[in-house]
């Protein structure tokens, strides 16, 4: 639990970005200029200090100084233009979603609110600096549903493909190193970055540096200073230059460099584990629920989350859950049935319904969410494992494929956004090191 809430509020304490122009104190320096912002010596101050604490026991893997603030730099630069972009573009958070995602942290960890705020300020953060840091984590992950609802797209024939591949529930840990290459490359970039990412593979080559050390050192990823851990994935959520190899490989082993869309790329198996949710074998996990939702109007919600409060407090109170759905919800299809919605998989109306169903215990009620649809309360009734039938695989393949390639697409419009961006870094290093070959 504690470390769960450790690792999240450093990635909260990392990308907040409650300092402006016009909080400048009198002492505090620019460390970069990010268009008509600015990043304060101190907020990188701040971040560089809670990697280090992550990193306590394993300070021989950080690179020096100069180039941990290198690192960390680029990721608030990052997510500065990140936050930026979704609020030109019409990305909202409130702060009745922020409540939502501070109470939810705190029930997944076990946790009272006062419990939340002591175990932050254990790790040296203001509980106003997590909930800004969790607002601007809302509006990317909105801005990155927005970005695959308009550009990602997976074809019938990718996912027949992909169904044809899939002969086990294998999954494989995996971690990756990249070389970033800018879009047109010149010839003089092109060999630059080969010869850096060769330099690279003859250190883990020669072990004379652990991979995840490596990334944190080199690499370009956003990922780099979590060591390039890329989480379990299946076959089909594998990049498709590195899918057949992966399989044949052994923990530890590392295949590459291969250039790829974003540059030149390393990766390494981390570990492989047979699928704990009986993908192997078959099964889906199916959930039994019921809803309530209320419509909001375009550009001001804030009557149909009080509507949905009010609800949610008297199903608290113990009005029944179907009564209150026949008389209030406005979802027409399921009104009359008490907003009953059958068995569904979890990804079956979308990731933020499917992930507050899972979130919740059979009997349970969740408190008012948004979608793309409105405030919606749900009351999970059951669950069960079913054999997955032609549809349900096809859903999965086609989700994993969409991920896959909303990750690729995502990587390089961030770096476009970088690209385009006027950047002017004031404070410590901005080059990596020469790497021997």
Known sequence: MKTLIHTLAAAALLFAATAHAQDLQPLDRIAAVVDEDVILASELDRAVSNIRGQYATRQDQLPPQEILERQVLERLISMRLQTANASRTGVRVSDQDVDQAVAAIAQQNGFTMDQLRQQLAGDGMSFDDFRTSLREELMIQRMRQRFAQTRISVSDAEVDAALSAQATGTQYRLAHILVALPEGATPEQIQTGQQKVDGIKSLLDRNEMEFSAAAVRYSDSPNALEGGDLGWRSPQEIPAAFANAVTSLEPGQVIGPIRGPSGFQLLQLVDRREAADGAAAGTVTQYQARHILIRG????????????????????????????????????????????????????????????????????????????????IVQRQATRQTAGDDSNRRAQAREAIGQRKLEDEWDRYVRELRGEAYVSIRIGANRDPEIGG
């Open 297 to 376: 109007q375009p550009g001001d919600d804030s009557a149909a989350k009080a509507k949905a409060d009010s609800l949610r407090a008297r199903i608290a109170g113990g009005a029944d859950f179907a009564e209150v759905a026949r008389e209030d919800s406005e979802d027409a299809s399921t009104k009359a049935n008490g907003g009953d919605l059958g068995w569904f998989t979890q990804d079956e109306f979308g990731p933020d319904f499917g992930g507050q169903v899972a979130a919740l215990g059979d009997g349970d009620v969740s408190q008012p969410f948004r979608t793309q649809a409105g405030w919606h």
